[in-house]
């Protein structure tokens, strides 16, 4: 399983940006897939998931800013970040797990796959 995440930037604070993972080497609609972000000097955390039957969970700090979706038809996930501030600058990784029950998790651990990140810098 490869995935490779796309979109990130440098923005403005109240900008946005669209994120994207593409995932190849096997069954897209196996997985749940995780957006986590890491900045310097802090632990990993888990920003949002979507599970294989499209419920979603988030970061209470990000509800209501960012939306994930997938799209089977391109095996690709998507988080929709808006109104983004500077405390939301961090590498952002996508993440898979093969997971064909109503769930996601949020926690790092439970996922097999990673990509390599994408940077999103957003300055005030």
């Known amino acids: 399983v490869r995935l490779v995440e796309s979109g990130g930037g440098l923005v403005q604070e109240g900008g946005s940006l669209k994120l994207s993972c593409a995932l190849s080497?096997?069954?897209?609609?196996?997985?749940?897939i995780g957006w986590f972000r890491q900045a310097p000097g802090r632990e990993r955390e888990g920003v949002s998931c979507?599970?294989?039957?499209?419920?979603?969970n988030y970061l209470d700090s990000v509800k209501g800013r960012f939306t994930i979706s997938r799209d089977g038809a391109t095996n690709t996930a998507y988080l929709q970040v808006n109104s983004l501030k500077p405390e939301d600058t961090a590498v952002y990784s996508c993440?898979?797990?093969?997971?064909?029950?109503?769930?996601?998790?949020?926690?790092?651990?439970?996922?097999?796959?990673w990509g390599q990140g994408t940077q999103v810098t957003v300055s005030s």
């Open positions: 993440a898979a797990e093969v997971a064909l029950g109503g769930g996601c998790s949020l926690r790092p651990i439970q996922y097999d796959h």
């Open positions: 080497g096997s069954n897209f609609g196996y997985f749940a």
């Open positions: 979507i599970s294989s039957t499209r419920s979603t």
